[in-house]
């Protein structure tokens, strides 16, 4: 039985937004509620992925995992430490095991820093080595990461961007980590370098057993690389699984409409076993109308198609995570056959 | 197929990298034939030329020196023209076996004249659909307003209140959700979907010959994606305006496309019909466009989670492009047959089938 790495309970985590300044006269704050009550758990060794639209809440919530922003309420478990208000002298030793790598290629490296700096610095950060030492660490991460040695000497500016991506993954190796969040590492980066890439962290998963969760909208990338799925909407986990099971044979219309989505792209025919979902009025959400019930039910095929029934909608009946057996859970009130 | 409306003939692009010293060739010697009617998608990576070919296209290429030979045969309204007539002796090059290592360009004067050959064409004869939807509208004037504007430009159509009819119309066309409230919407109230939607009926309401439409699915959540996908489907089938549509998204492409161009290094490496191009099983292929499709999660690989097939090395860099095959390096169909005429010299786009043609010594005669 393999241990869990990382578990999150109730995880909250509400932005204030601010409506100028006469709101602070008034006394009244409103707040977004980026993560409303997110829990699941990760093993070692294991890939949760995380898919939904943008502005759902995926990077939130491994932002907020990592300590990177502090959570509003709620708990994260962390290799058996509570690191959810954990003091930051206290989080450093565990920092070097959780790692981020950040969506934007860009941003994450430092553009006037050479290679061979950039992993010095991630390499000396948590532990004191002498020279000796750090290049060979350094000739090490090369070759996890699949990168020449001639690229050491080079500016982020002067490499391609599945290099700067292997940079961004041998510095998380660096530190040491064990368990990565993985901010979309595959959107930015063309198909060829993307199954580099994705061949590259399915390798490291296998030498090191780390763990990943492993944020995306790329669904197929998800499901190959990903032994559980969470599909996220506005805040809420509606619906996890096994990667296949979700993405097959999904209970909630959310994950339905999702995958369909990706079958009518391709333009292949709908499978006549599941008709592909018609879809309710697609808008952006308003967060700051007040939400009753069920997220999703303003925009859900199956609301419409059972007459818009009362529960959906009333606040006090929120659907919650129901256990459907095999670790599939679904928080629906008429959950699809 | 229809009779061409446009034709491009060996066009070149460059950039001048003033830290290298060097010309950056993004689009070095692009062929291309567009009939009436028809969609070509192009395909290929980032810095392939794809964009950079469809900004020279509408003279909208903003740095040095920009576009520096070749032609664009345009054929509307009866008449031919080519878009980059005359400009020819605004550039003077120098080339050392084969190769331009100098060019010297009278800016102002090709910018004068590329106006007075583009602006009776642009957002008229040629329309155009960006990435960013939201950069495409402007923000301070109400979406329906920015399309009757549009059509009173373009179109026979000057009356305003017959404009904004069909303003309305082309918003209900569109399939925007109730247009009428949507017309006095400023772009920051609609959604990224809603305003691509705006876009199309934007770049499509002063009726033009040709539309090019540049990443029109990408940066937008997949079910609004697809969304998009079917609504450019159904108005190819309702208008079947000649559209030159540009993804890096191969399904996006083999969903609309009737032929396909692929590009890689600033050159096209095959060009044919979408069904064969893009075929997995069909069998002459450029090896690019065979890895390039090897490369993209297959049913097979998501459910074996296999390893995904890699196109080994990386893109090759514009500014210092190989002299042989641009895909030589990172080829992996090479055979000793072939190999020396791979690495010195760059192979012709070859017809091997009606309408089909590719750029590979393998399919050399």
Redesign the interface.
């Known amino acids: 039985m393999t241990r869990t790495i990382l578990e999150v309970v109730n995880l909250k985590k509400y932005y204030r937004q601010r409506a100028g300044i006469l709101s602070t006269l008034r006394w009244r704050e409103r707040f977004i509620p980026a993560v409303d009550g997110v829990s699941f758990y990760l093993k070692e060794h294991e890939t949760l992925g995380l898919v939904g639209e943008s502005g759902c809440g995926k990077t939130t919530i491994g932002r907020t995992i990592l300590r990177l922003t502090p959570a509003t309420s709620g708990r994260i478990v962390f290799d058996g430490h509570d690191i959810t208000a954990m003091p930051a002298g206290e989080l450093r030793p565990l920092r070097s095991r959780m790692q981020m790598i950040f969506q934007d290629l860009d941003a994450a490296l430092n553009p006037r820093m050479r290679v061979r700096d950039l992993l010095k610095e991630a390499i000396t950060t948590h532990h004191r080595l002498g020279d000796a030492e750090v290049a060979r660490r350094t000739g090490e991460l090369l070759e996890q990461v699949n990168l020449k040695k001639s690229k050491l000497s080079s500016l982020p500016g002067e490499l391609s961007g599945g290099e700067k991506r292997r940079v961004g993954i041998a510095r998380t190796l660096a530190v040491g980590a064990r368990f990565i969040v993985a901010d979309e590492p595959t959107s930015a980066l063309d198909v060829s370098i993307q199954a580099q890439v994705v061949n590259l962290l399915r390798d490291l998963q296998r030498q090191l057993g780390l763990s990943y969760l492993f944020i995306s909208h790329d669904l197929e990338v998800v499901q190959l690389v990903s032994h559980k799925v969470a599909v996220m909407y506005l805040g809420k986990i509606v619906e996890v699984g096994l990667a296949d099971r979700i993405a097959g044979a999904g209970r909630h219309p959310y994950t339905r409409i999702l995958w369909s989505a990706l079958v009518e792209k391709k333009g292949a025919e709908p499978s006549r076993r599941r008709p592909a979902m018609s879809r309710g009025a697609w808008g952006v959400f308003d967060f700051e109308q007040p939400v009753h019930g069920c997220r999703f039910a303003p925009r859900c095929p199956v609301y419409e198609a059972q007459g818009r029934p009362a529960v959906c909608t009333d606040a006090a009946t929120e659907p919650e995570l129901r256990d459907l057996g095999g670790g599939h859970h679904v928080a629906c009130h008429f959950p699809l056959g | 197929m229809g009779a061409p409306l446009l034709e491009i003939e060996s066009l070149r692009t460059y950039f001048y990298s003033r830290s290298k010293r060097a010309f950056i060739r993004a689009v070095d010697g692009v062929t291309l034939a567009l009939a009436r009617g028809e969609t070509l998608g192009v395909v290929g990576?980032?810095g392939s030329g794809k964009s950079v070919t469809a900004l020279s296209i509408t003279g909208l290429i903003g740095a040095g020196p920009g576009v520096i030979g070749g032609t664009i045969a345009f054929h509307a309204d009866g008449g031919e023209q080519n878009l980059l007539a005359d400009l020819e002796r605004y550039v003077d090059r120098k080339e050392v076996d084969g190769r331009i290592v100098e060019v010297s360009k009278d800016e102002a004067g090709w910018r004068r004249k590329v106006e007075r050959i583009m602006a009776p064409l642009r957002g008229k004869a040629i329309s155009v659909i960006f990435q960013n939807p939201k950069a495409a509208l402007n923000p301070f004037v109400r979406v329906g307003e920015q399309i009757t504007e549009v059509i009173r430009l373009h179109t026979p159509t000057k009356g305003a209140r017959a404009a904004r009819e069909q303003a309305l119309d082309w918003l209900r066309r569109v399939k925007i959700?109730s247009p009428r409230l949507r017309f006095d919407n400023y772009p920051y109230g609609l959604?990224g979907?809603m305003c691509q939607r705006a876009v199309i009926a934007m770049a499509l309401a002063s009726e033009p010959a040709l539309l090019i439409a540049d990443e029109p699915t990408t940066g937008l959540?997949?079910?609004?994606?697809?969304?998009i996908?079917?609504l450019l489907a159904e108005l190819k089938a309702e208008i079947g305006i000649a559209t030159l549509l540009i993804s890096?998204d191969?399904?996006?492409i083999?969903?609309l496309a009737d032929n396909v161009a692929v590009m890689y290094g600033g050159s096209v490496m095959e060009h044919g019909p979408a069904a064969d191009v893009l075929a997995a099983r069909f069998a002459p292929k450029h090896p690019y466009t065979t890895?390039?499709l090897a490369?993209?999660?297959s049913e097979q690989?998501?459910?074996d989670?296999g390893?995904?097939?890699?196109?080994e090395g990386?893109?090759p860099d514009a500014v210092d492009l190989p002299r042989g095959c641009r895909f030589y390096a990172r080829c992996n169909r090479v055979t000793d047959g072939v190999r020396d005429r791979c690495a010195q010299r760059e192979p012709a786009l070859q017809e091997i089938a009606p309408g089909h043609r590719i750029r590979c010594w393998l399919y050399a005669e």
């Open positions: 990576e980032s959700d959604s979907g959540d997949a079910t609004i994606q697809s969304e996908v079917g890096h191969i399904r996006v083999s969903r890895a390039l490369s993209i999660p690989n998501v459910r989670k390893y995904l097939t890699v196109i990386e893109v």
